[in-house]
Structures are given as C-alpha cells and as structure tokens.
T-cell receptor
C-alpha cells in the first residue's frame, strides 16, 4: 500500500487544456514537494508547500496543500507540449526531512 | 552553481557482483539521501546521511549500505547483486533541516 496515492497515473491531453493531479494520504505530512522528471534525468523540484491550506503559483502551475496536510494537488492551466514529463509528489513525515515518501507519479503527455 | 553529481552514469554488472556508486552533493549541503527508482515500485528511500552519520534508513536488505565522508560526498554499495537490483539510483542533497532536496541525474544500474 502506497503511503501517498497519486492520480491519475497517466494523462494524455491536447495543448491548451487544463489538468489536475492529485496526491492523497491518510497520514499527515510536515511538508509536501512536487517534482518533475524527464527521461534520463533526476527529479527537479518545482515547489514545496508546508502550511495547511497553502496555495502557491508558479506561472501556469498552481499547487495546493490540504488544510489537514494530508493531500495536495497540482493544477496546470493551458498545458503546453513542454509540460510533458513525469510529475511526482513527495512528502516529509514528522522531522525526517531527509526521507521523502513518493507517490507513484503521473506521466503527462501534452500533444501539440 | 554545480548541481548534484553522480558517477558513473551507467553501470552493467552480473549477479553476485558488488557495486559502489558515488554522489557529490551541492557545495555546502550536508545531507545526502539515496533513492531507488524502478518502473514497478517508483521512487523508494534507501538511506540518508548527515555529517557522516546515517540518520534514516529505508526498508532495504543489508546488502545495501552507504557512507558519507567529511567533505559530504557519499557512496552507496550493493553487495551480492540480484537481477531485481536493476534500477536508477538517485542521490539527493540538501542543507538539512526543512530545506528541500535536490537530485542528481542518477546512476542506471543493469544486472545481467
């Protein structure tokens, strides 16, 4: 059983569409991070959310941390082919900052 | 600014052999964490080192070990390799505490 359930696992959309990726858990996390990974490379940090209810925006990407700090979402507006990649959510439990628990990942493909 | 450097990038071994992977963290970072990434299990935490001490350990057998040197560089060793050890091994570094982790591009290990 995954501690962090990420959905959907696969997403194939057309350029210009909006999408949301969800990351859910029954456990509380001190913080939650979102990464994007491209083939042959390591994950690249997009954002860290630490406060329940927090919303962070990064250009067309909006990240939200649930009030109870058990879930998070990533919303992309007007997706572009350059957004294609593997999106990963990862959480920190308690003060184990060096130990990230990852979701299974969402493979996003944006078609021109 | 140099990122996290992992060497080698690719490695091919046979069952029963052992292997050592290296990770040079971002300058100033004292925490180094290791992860295994496979298509079936996703990203799983192996262990974390901070100031040469193992601070957290994941659920991997004792064949997986690591160490950290005084300059924060870290090595990971896997003994008696099995086919199932084929994976992308990722290293991440941070300043420690609640600071985010930054990943290298990994070492792709293939076991024949």
């Amino acid at each position: 059983t995954q501690l962090l359930e990420q959905s959907p696992q696969f997403l194939s959309i057309q350029e210009g569409e909006n999408l949301t990726v969800y990351c859910n858990s029954s456990s509380v996390f001190s913080s939650l991070q979102w990464y994007r990974q491209e083939p042959g490379e390591g994950p690249v940090l997009l954002v860290t959310v630490v406060t329940g209810g927090e919303v962070k925006k990064l250009k067309r990407l909006t990240f939200q941390f649930g009030d109870a700090r058990k879930d998070s979402s990533l919303h992309i507006t007007a997706a572009q082919p350059g957004d294609t990649g593997l999106y990963l959510c990862a959480g920190v439990r308690g003060t184990s900052y060096g130990k990230l628990t990852f979701g299974q990942g969402t493979i996003l493909t944006v078609h021109p | 600014k140099a990122g996290v450097t992992q060497t080698p990038r690719y490695l091919i071994k046979t069952r029963g052999q052992q292997v050592t992977l290296s990770c040079s963290p971002i300058s100033g970072h004292r925490s180094v964490s290791w992860y295994q990434q496979t298509p079936g299990q996703g990203l799983q935490f192996l262990f974390e080192y901070f100031s040469e001490t193992q601070r957290n350990k994941g659920n991997f057998p004792g064949r997986f070990s690591g160490r950290q040197f005084s300059n924060s560089r870290s090595e990971m060793n896997v003994s008696t390799l099995e086919l199932g050890d084929s994976a992308l091994y990722l290293c991440a570094s941070s300043f420690g505490g609640d600071q985010p982790q930054h990943f290298g591009d990994g070492t792709r290990l293939s076991i024949l």
